[in-house]
């Protein structure tokens, strides 16, 4: 899993209640089990019209948010069903950050496993962030996980909160099965160990 240290990019502002995992990716793009590819399908319903062609109003469509790392969202981001494909998606497309006052709870974990940072912060905040957000090519911010800070384009700071185990994950960039890896030593004993002891198994 890439390292998580800091981030400095475009911050999108969705402006949308409960966003759920079914509008991050619909269903129709959960067959495959790649991690790659899916960004073409994050947000399709609203990215999207029924012919095909882009919906200049949505936000990710506006030239000043094509490469978009960051996304603002409102409240209960990432509801609904219990969907990996979701931070996938994001993940393909470049968003690294997503910054609400709350997350569904699978969504939120999934996130942490995929390297991308779920960053909850009060309603206050989330309103400078949105504000932030919302001035295009100059909806910049960054984000620095070691300091746990939010620095806006004119330099307002918002602190935030991490569990230090999800922290420490992020940072050294280990999903669970980098975090079996750091303990290849002990694994490798005891399967030695088991095998001159119980040699036909």
Sequence with gaps: M???TSLTGVAAPLAIRNVDTDMIIPKQYLKTIKRTGLGKGLFSEMRYKDDGSENPDFVLNKPAYRQAKILVAEDNFGCGSSRE???WALLDFGIRCVISTSFADIFYNNCFKNGILPIVVSPEDLGKLMDDASRGSNATLSVDLEAQEIRGPDGGVVHFDI????KHCLLNGLD???LTMKKADKINAFEKKEHAEQPWL
């Design 2 to 4: 890439e390292k998580f």
């Design 85 to 87: 494909h979701a931070p």
């Design 163 to 166: 569990d230090p185990f999800r």
């Design 176 to 178: 669970d099965i980098g």
